[in-house]
């Protein structure tokens, strides 16, 4: 089983970086993380983001967002819509399903003909 944060969205933001003052790196991202099993694939609703700045290659952490980097992030999450959460069967669930519903029909139709 394989849990992995994959980018939804990602924008990018004209504010002063805190740590190089570059108004050309900041990325903000956000990241929704799916399941992958042999069974089946599940989007969850769960949810990450990080601003990141390209510029000096660093991760911003909120304790060093400036008010202007907060409010941006305010609006672009109100705005932000992540993918549904949903599961999907894969090829493999589908065929156990199968098997399991022809197994369950053979044993109620052996049944049947013992007792006729």
Same mark, same amino acid.
């Given at each position: 089983?394989?849990? %992995?944060?994959? $980018?939804? %969205?990602?924008?990018?933001?004209? +504010?002063?970086? &805190?740590?190089?003052?570059?108004?050309?790196?900041?990325?903000?991202? !956000? @990241?929704?993380?799916?399941?992958?099993?042999?069974?089946?694939?599940?989007?969850?609703?769960? =949810?990450?983001?990080?601003?990141?700045?390209?510029?000096? +290659? $660093?991760?911003?952490? &909120?304790? %060093? /967002?400036?008010?202007? =980097?907060?409010?941006? !992030?305010?609006?672009?999450?109100?705005? !932000?819509? &992540?993918? @549904?959460?949903? $599961?999907?069967?894969? @090829?493999?669930? /589908? =065929?156990? =399903?199968?098997?399991?519903?022809?197994?369950?029909?053979?044993?109620?139709?052996?049944?049947?003909? +013992?007792?006729?």
């Amino acid at each position: 089983m394989s849990k %992995k944060l994959v $980018t939804v %969205k990602e924008v990018v933001l004209k +504010n002063n970086c &805190p740590e190089c003052y570059s108004t050309e790196g900041l990325r903000l991202i !956000f @990241k929704q993380k799916i399941i992958n099993t042999k069974l089946y694939r599940s989007i969850t609703s769960q =949810i990450n983001h990080e601003i990141e700045c390209r510029t000096c +290659n $660093t991760v911003i952490y &909120p304790v %060093k /967002w400036t008010d202007d =980097i907060e409010l941006v !992030f305010e609006y672009h999450k109100k705005a !932000f819509v &992540p993918k @549904k959460a949903s $599961t999907y069967l894969k @090829k493999a669930s /589908w =065929i156990a =399903i199968i098997l399991i519903i022809i197994a369950a029909i053979a044993v109620i139709a052996l049944s049947i003909m +013992n007792n006729a």
